[in-house]
Nanobody, 122 residues
């Protein structure tokens, strides 16, 4: 099982980035997938989740700015990030769990990518 993120980079505040996560998961549509982020010294926090039914949920800090989506035919998860703020600077990780969950707790997920860095300057 492999999850590979891409799309990170450096942008100015107010800018946009689109993260992608390609998964080598059999029957990808049966997995709940999510994005997390982590700043050194802090705990990993949940950003957004899209479950097996396509329902989405977001952390309050990103509501209205970030959009999570997935393409089951391509085994790929996305995170469109708009109106980026310096406090969005972090390493972003995608994660997957077989079956349904509504949890944005890291311990709920079995599979993780290696992360992609997002840096937002003011």
């Amino acid at each position: 099982v492999q999850l590979v993120e891409s799309g990170g980079g450096s942008v100015q505040a107010g800018g946009s980035l689109r993260l992608s996560c390609a998964a080598s998961l059999y029957t990808y549509s049966r997995y709940t997938t999510a994005w997390f982020r982590q700043v050194p010294g802090n705990e990993r926090e949940g950003v957004a989740i899209i479950d097996v039914y396509g329902s989405t949920s977001y952390a309050d800090s990103v509501k209205g700015r970030f959009t999570i989506s997935r393409d089951n035919a391509k085994n790929t998860l996305y995170l469109q990030m708009n109106s980026l703020k310096p406090e969005d600077t972090a390493m972003y990780y995608c994660a997957a769990k077989l079956g349904w969950t509504s949890s944005l707790l890291p311990r709920s997920y079995s599979y993780w990518g290696q992360g992609t860095q997002v840096t937002v300057s003011s």
